[in-house]
């Protein structure tokens, strides 16, 4: 089945500090998410991007589909922001299933 | 409703038990996934549904799990004798078909002991 590595699999920033998480996919995707789990463990839609850029508040995410990659950009980074950042992506052979990267584990101190 | 609704949010049982965990999926959305998630751990997919049938059921971990759903909506996930490794968050979620935007429940947290 597909493959979904993260990168890194941990970070700590200084609050006001921006980062980037990638998420790298084996094959082909039609629906690539962002979702954050907070840490009473509700996972949150941040982003439904197979391809394209979008942008929400201080969030904005791109997929490159050709190249099997997408990037999370956290700006400002805020205390609230910590918690597991996962991808997840859905082939599109078969009875395909959304698959989870192993997630980043984002820590923002004040 | 207005988003994925699971029950109980927390149980705890004793080993040998049966257990089942229910879903209710957004209105309307015909894909429905069970996940599960070990303490500390990445989210391990165990059975998805497209209206009421499940044609992918590889992730189910052994024969003590099953799942069904019924009226196209709501979806009980069941645990037969449990052991101690089923301990896990159970997490569910829904979607309007197969690669739209899938949204999350809550989670029902089983403690087997």
């Known amino acids: 089945g597909i493959q979904v590595e993260q990168s890194p699999p941990d970070l700590i920033l200084q609050e006001g500090a921006n980062s980037t998480l990638r998420c790298n996919f084996s094959?082909?995707?039609?629906?690539l998410q962002w979702f954050h789990q907070n840490p009473w463990g509700q996972l949150i839609n941040l982003f439904y991007?197979?391809?394209g850029t979008k942008q929400n508040g201080r969030l904005s995410a791109t997929t490159v589909a050709t190249e099997r990659y997408s990037l999370l950009y956290i700006s400002s980074s805020q205390t609230t922001d910590s918690g597991v950042y996962f991808c997840a992506v859905e082939g599109n052979s078969g009875y395909s299933t959304l698959t989870f990267g192993k997630g980043t584990m984002l820590l923002v101190s004040p | 409703g207005a988003g994925v609704s699971q029950s109980p949010s927390n149980k705890v049982t004793e080993k040998g038990k049966d257990v089942e965990l229910r879903c209710d999926p957004i209105s309307g959305h015909t894909a429905l996934y069970w996940y599960r998630q070990s303490l500390g751990q990445g989210l391990e997919f165990l059975i998805y549904?497209?209206?009421?049938?499940?044609?992918?059921k590889s992730g189910l971990p052994s024969d003590r799990f099953s799942a069904e759903r019924t009226g196209g909506s709501v979806s009980t996930l069941t645990i037969q004798r449990t052991q101690q490794e089923d301990s896990a968050v159970y997490l569910c979620?829904?979607?309007?078909?197969?690669?739209?935007?899938?949204?999350f429940g809550q989670g029902t947290r089983l403690t087997v002991v």
């Open positions: 549904f497209q209206g009421n049938s499940a044609p992918d």
């Open positions: 991007i197979p391809s």
């Open positions: 979620a829904s979607s309007p078909g197969q690669y739209l935007e899938a949204f």
């Open positions: 094959d082909s995707v039609n629906n």
